[in-house]
């Protein structure tokens, strides 16, 4: 499904992969590059691809039933983006390095960006960008989030952005 080796596009075969409006078989395209934001971060979404009908003004579907709560579950509640280790109560103790767990307490903030792969059932695998204030590790060189408490709002941007229709 998906794409052929060569890249081209193909008809999905899974007879779910219908558009809801017409009925009509989908076909799975990938879509440009498509940016959300919230809070302090900015996510760039690559390689999403989403099932589209020949009939232009029917909106797109998802790869899969549940797509966009499995890629926010695997992104921001996941280990998929590198991102601090806080320990204590409300996450407000020690800063710990995501990898090796080095304490990341004399480490300066600054604004960076980190790239993340992630495996979404029903889909092909995604390349988040995400930006916000980072730290590196002084051990293992990391670079990770300060903090991903709005990685999921900014992905759900990002899947809006790209034409997929989510409720508010």
Known sequence: MGRDAAGAEQACEDPAMRCRTCGELLELRE??????????????????????CGVADHPPEAPAPHFAADLVA?????????????????GRGRATCFRCGQDL??????PAEVRARVRVPGGAPLTLTVGG?????GGCRLLQLEDTASLGEALIGALRAAGLPLPE
């Open 31 to 52: 879509v440009p590059a498509s940016e959300g934001r919230a809070g302090d971060l900015r996510v760039e979404l690559y390689g999403l691809r989403l099932g589209r």
């Open 105 to 110: 307490g004399s480490t300066s903030v600054m």
């Open 133 to 137: 204030p980072a730290r590196a590790c």
């Open 74 to 90: 695997a992104a921001a509640v996941g280990d998929a983006v590198p991102h601090v280790r806080r320990s204590g109560w409300f």
